[in-house]
C-alpha cells in the first residue's frame, strides 16, 4: 500500500475525531519511522489548519545522543517545523535498558504535553513493530488481551496516544521517506542482539516466507478475536458491579474469586484502567500476586501500583486511595 499526504489526511479525518485547529504533538526519535509521521502529521495538520510541535527526547542512554537530538531539531527547524527538546534526568537513567528508556519517555511527552494543553500524541508504531511486540508477549507467556499488542489509540498519563501507521510496513514508510527526500537518523540499538526486540526483528528478517505468513495469520486471528474477548470481560465485569463512581468500584468477592485466573485478571486490569484513566494497567505477575492473595482467607488489603482492593464482609473494594 503506497503512502501519501492525501491518503494520511483521509485516512486519519475517517478514523479519529478531532476539535477546530487541533494542537498536537508527535514524538520523534529522528529515525525513519517517526520522521515519515511526522511529515505526514504536519500535512494533515496544516488541512486542519491546527498547530503541531515535534518532540524530541534525549534519552541520555548514548554518548552522542545530546549532539543527535540538536541535529534532528536543526533540520526540522530547516522544513519549518516547530521542536521542542526534552532531556530525560540523569537520576532515572540507571539501568539504561529498552523498558526504562520507553518510561522515562513518556512521561517526558505526556508530561510536556499536558502543561502545554497538548491532547493528542502522535507515535510512530508500524505493523512491523505490532508483529514484534506480538510475539515478544507470545514469548513471555501473555494471556490473550496481551497478545492484542498495541492499539491505535491508547491512553498514557491522561494524554491520548494515537498510532496511525499500525497498518503500514517498514518499507513503505521507507518509500514515502525517500520519495520525499527526508533525512533520517538510524539507532545502534536496533541492531543490538543482547536486546530482546532486535533480536526478534532479526529473526523475522532471517525467516522464510512461509513462517512469517503463519505467525501474521496467528497474530490476524489475535486482532479479529480480541474485541469479542474484550467485550466479555465488560459483560462479566458489569454483572458483578455492586457500587461504581469515579473513585471506587465494588464487586463481589466470591463472584471474582470463582472466576478462572485469566478472566480475573483482566477484570483487574479493566477496573484499574478506568479508576486511573489510562491504558497501561499494572504487570500480568503482580495482578496475579493480587488474585492469589484475594484467595486467602485472611486476605484484607493489598496495594498494587496505587490502586488499593479492600475485603469488606463479602464485598472487594478497589479505589485510587484509601476511602
Known amino acids: ?17 478531532f476539535e477546530k485547529n487541533p494542537a498536537v504533538a508527535v514524538a520523534v526519535s529522528g529515525g525513519p519511522d517517526s520522521m515519515s509521521l511526522l511529515f505526514l502529521v504536519d500535512a494533515f495538520i496544516k488541512h486542519k489548519k491546527g498547530k503541531l510541535i515535534a518532540l524530541i527526547v534525549d534519552h541520555r542512554i548514548r554518548e ?30 540507571s539501568k539504561k535498558s529498552m523498558n ?7 512521561n517526558l511527552l505526556t508530561k510536556f504535553s499536558i ?14 513493530d505490532n508483529l514484534e511486540t506480538f510475539l515478544n ?20 498519563n491522561k494524554v491520548c496516544i494515537i498510532r496511525p501507521l499500525l497498518n503500514f510496513s517498514k518499507k513503505t514508510l521507507l518509500d514515502y521517506n525517500k520519495k520525499n527526500n527526508l533525512e533520517y ?17 532479526h529473526f523475522l528478517k532471517k525467516s522464510k516466507q512461509k513462517i512469517i505468513k503463519e505467525i501474521n495469520k496467528d497474530f490476524e486471528n489475535i486482532l479479529f478475536y480480541s474485541p469479542y474477548f474484550i467485550q466479555m470481560i465488560h459483560e462479566i465485569l458489569l454483572k458483578n458491579i455492586v457500587h461504581v463512581d469515579t473513585k471506587r468500584i465494588v464487586i463481589g468477592h466470591d463472584n471474582i474469586n470463582n472466576l478462572n485466573e485469566i478472566t480475573s485478571e483482566n477484570i483487574i486490569r479493566r477496573i484499574y484502567q478506568f479508576l486511573f484513566y489510562e491504558t497501561n494497567a499494572p504487570r500480568s505477575k503482580k495482578i496475579r500476586i493480587l488474585i492469589s492473595e484475594m484467595k486467602k482467607l485472611n486476605f484484607n488489603n493489598f496495594n498494587i501500583k496505587g490502586m488499593i482492593v479492600k475485603k469488606n464482609d463479602d464485598l472487594l473494594t478497589f479505589s485510587r486511595k484509601s476511602v
Open 115 to 128: 502543561q502545554n494543553n497538548i491532547l493528542y500524541l502522535f507515535v510512530a508504531h508500524h505493523k512491523d
Open 64 to 93: 552522542n545522543s545530546k549532539e543527535e537530538a540538536k541535529y534532528i531539531s536543526a533540520y526540522l527547524d530547516k522544513n519549518k517545523i516547530n521542536s521542542q527538546i526534552l532531556n530525560v534526568n540523569k537520576d532515572n537513567v
Open 185 to 201: 537518523l538510524n539507532d545502534p540499538s536496533n541492531f543490538n542482539l543482547d536486546y530482546t526486540r532486535p533480536t526478534i526483528r
Open 1 to 17: 500500500m503506497k503512502l501519501t499526504n492525501k491518503e494520511f489526511i483521509k485516512i486519519v479525518e475517517k478514523k479519529y475525531t
Open 137 to 156: 508477549r507470545k514469548i513471555a507467556g501473555s494471556d490473550f488481551y496481551g497478545l492484542k499488542s498495541m492499539s491505535e489509540v491508547s491512553l498514557y
Open 100 to 106: 526504562e528508556a520507553r518510561n522515562n519517555r513518556y
